[in-house]
């Protein structure tokens, strides 16, 4: 099996209801190393469940998409009609365009500037209002076919899309001085900046060692001109204290914080004990118009 048949973690509410999923929203990240989902409860405006599973580190996006029966093996239920579904692609495949730059005709030019052809796959565009830009990527026919025969209703955007318009949406007039949010992926990091509730700055990159990403981290904010000693960094994501990437993190950042709950929404006791930065783009997946 692709899929570690026992889930990683495994998280629900004693009012959950298999047989109540039309009642439900399903929140699902997949990624070529794991995929995890969020149960929400329309009626009780209430996050219910959340599973992760281990994924085999994959080479192409058949085999992904072929975790996605295994899954279904194992979570029969995650394949009954749910109210609405969101599956967040999370790869590097993609571009930002600005919104006044954008021609939906022209996208696969966009992405090709920096990124390789994907055989496979169609072009796909996410439209971020609130950072008034798209977000172009490749996504695989496989994969997209896959979901759409599971999921009839889903919708699928990016998980970078998911990430800046969240921060976006939540960090709306609370703070007009420039912070830098870093989403720590698998062998990579999201690094999103927002000043004055505008979206300044967005990218991702790879990392193989700590001295990689503290690197990264720093020449971004050097082209910025973000000061270390005094620009906020929220941390969300893989990450957290005691790892490496955090500790060197720390040797030269002053200002570090773990993104926190979003207040929206209500929590079940059940995951109470979970660290709620790390599954920060599925919680707030929710509040996202894509």
């Known amino acids: 099996m692709i899929t570690a048949s026992k889930p990683v973690i495994s998280r629900y509410d004693k009012a959950f209801r298999e047989d109540h999923t039309r009642n439900y929203h399903l929140t699902i990240r997949l990624s070529p190393d794991g995929f995890s989902f969020v149960v929400f409860s329309l009626d009780k405006n209430r996050y219910l469940g959340l599973e992760t599973f281990s994924i085999k580190q994959l080479d192409n996006s058949a085999k992904l998409a072929a975790t996605l029966d295994e899954i279904a093996m194992i979570r029969q239920w995650i394949t009954y009609p749910f109210h609405s579904v969101l599956v967040i692609i999370d790869h590097v495949f993609n571009t930002l365009v600005p919104a006044p730059l954008f021609?939906?005709?022209?996208?696969?030019?966009?992405?090709?500037?920096?990124?390789?052809?994907?055989?496979?796959?169609?072009?796909?565009?996410?439209?971020?209002?609130?950072?008034?830009?798209?977000?172009v990527y490749y996504l695989s026919n496989p994969l997209v076919e896959k979901i759409k025969d599971i999921w009839a209703n889903a919708r699928i955007a990016h998980l970078q899309s998911v990430l800046i318009e969240s921060l976006l949406i939540t960090q709306r007039n609370k703070t007009s001085e420039p912070t830098a949010y870093v989403h720590v992926r698998n062998a990579g990091f999201d690094m999103v900046v927002l000043r004055n509730d505008k979206l300044l700055f967005a990218n991702n990159f790879k990392f193989t060692t700590p001295e990689d990403f503290i690197y990264f981290l720093l020449f971004s904010m050097?082209?910025?001109?973000?000061?270390?000693?005094?620009?906020?960094?929220?941390?969300?994501?893989?990450?957290?204290k005691g790892m490496s990437i955090y500790e060197i993190l720390f040797q030269y950042v002053r200002n570090i914080r773990f993104a926190e709950r979003n207040n929206a929404f209500e929590y079940s006791y059940i995951l109470e004990e979970l660290s709620v930065h790390q599954h920060f783009v599925l919680f707030n997946a929710l509040q996202c118009e894509l």
């Open 222 to 240: 050097d082209q910025l001109r973000l000061n270390p000693e005094s620009t906020n960094i929220v941390l969300s994501g893989s990450i957290e």
């Open 103 to 135: 021609d939906e005709k022209e996208k696969g030019l966009f992405l090709a500037f920096n990124q390789t052809f994907q055989d496979n796959s169609r072009i796909q565009s996410d439209s971020l209002k609130a950072a008034e830009a798209f977000n």
